[in-house]
């Protein structure tokens, strides 16, 4: 059995991911523009890379919209890249709950993207899946 494209359950795991990266984005927003924006020549070189994977994770959320697969993989893979890199350099993950919170669209798209892949695919042969051939 496999979901259809027009039932209720396949429109939820559509639309949650769609809408949890919205508020991710909007949340991201109010935290960088909130304390007075992003000024890139101020950063050091650590902070350079731990912002382009923060980043890079970010537009994971915005090409989840048309590719759910690939845009799922690109924001929990660099999300998990940002965390070890963090790991790494600081000796622990970053504090607080924002960072897993910006992980989760990412997982729900990769979700989606695994459920519309279960559907059994059409045969090659041309015959419908319960005909029984004599």
Known sequence: M????????YRILKWSP???SI???ALVLLIFFGEGGLN???LREIEIVMMSLFWT???GLIIGWRWPGIGGMISVGFMSAFFLFESVVNGGLAHGWA?????FPGWLFLLFYLVRK???ADRQDGRAENTVSN
């Open 2 to 9: 496999y979901l259809r494209e027009s039932g209720a359950i």
């Open 18 to 20: 769609r809408i949890a």
């Open 23 to 25: 508020i991710v984005w």
């Open 40 to 42: 890139p020549s101020e």
């Open 57 to 59: 994770s970010c537009a």
């Open 99 to 103: 960072f897993e919170v910006i992980a």
């Open 118 to 120: 279960l559907k059994p």
